[in-house]
């Protein structure tokens, strides 16, 4: 009994130490994997060692095959949870996208089309980009951030005024979140390869389209 508890102990201080031997890169597959790795291969072993010590070859073959179906079990069911977790990974990631790509456009062509409206609500002066700065300079940093976008999407969605001029407003929508179509794509942050749309305003509307 001794010897069981010995060897009850020493996989689990395996199992848990393997564990912890992968990088955390926020993703924890790779550690459950080794250490199920581990523990597979321990309980191998321990059922090799102790399966020999039984007298009975009936009994040796009936516990080595309960044995055996668990051990399949175990690996038929871990593999179906890491198929499903990556599944639902790729879905979650794929509405993530779809999410951000709406709000960029809603961002971007949303202060643009109420610009409009206002430059034509009253008689234009000719000014398209006064008008824009007359409603949304508050809203923009030196750094040609534009504040329009709500806090909670600052940490992967930003819209920057690219330009004002007197006949045009242009601005820029990007994303940390989303790649672009192009790796090597220079987005207006100084980064590269990110998900990137542009809006111009001009008296005659507004065009929208995706740059990256």
């Known amino acids: 009994m001794k010897n069981i508890f010995l060897w009850m102990a020493g996989g689990t201080i395996l199992t848990i130490g393997a ?12 550690s459950l994997i080794l250490s199920g790795s581990v523990a597979f291969l321990y309980l191998g072993i321990f059922s090799v060692v102790w399966i020999r010590k039984i007298e009975s070859q009936t009994k040796r073959r009936v ?23 990556q599944r639902q990974k790729k879905t979650l990631a794929d509405i993530h996208t779809s999410i951000e790509s709406s ?24 000014d398209i980009g006064k008008r824009f700065k007359s409603k949304y300079d508050s809203l923009i940093s030196d ?52 998900y990137q749309v542009k809006g111009i305003l001009t008296s005659k509307g507004v065009d929208y389209e995706r740059e990256n």
């Open 103 to 126: 709000l960029a456009e809603t961002y971007v062509k949303e202060p643009l089309v109420k610009t409009l409206g206002s430059y034509y609500a009253s008689p234009p002066d000719g």
């Open 143 to 194: 750094d040609h951030i534009f504040k329009y976008v709500k806090k909670d999407s600052w940490r992967t969605l930003h819209v920057y005024v690219a330009d004002i001029e007197p006949d045009s407003v242009v601005l820029i929508g990007e994303s940390s979140y989303i790649k672009g179509k192009d790796d090597v794509f220079s987005n207006f942050s100084g980064a590269k390869g990110r």
């Open 63 to 85: 516990i080595g095959s309960v044995i055996a179906i668990f051990l399949v079990f175990s690996i038929a069911s871990a593999a179906l949870s890491y198929v499903g977790s």
């Open 19 to 30: 564990f912890f031997i992968p990088e955390q890169t926020g993703s924890m597959w790779p």
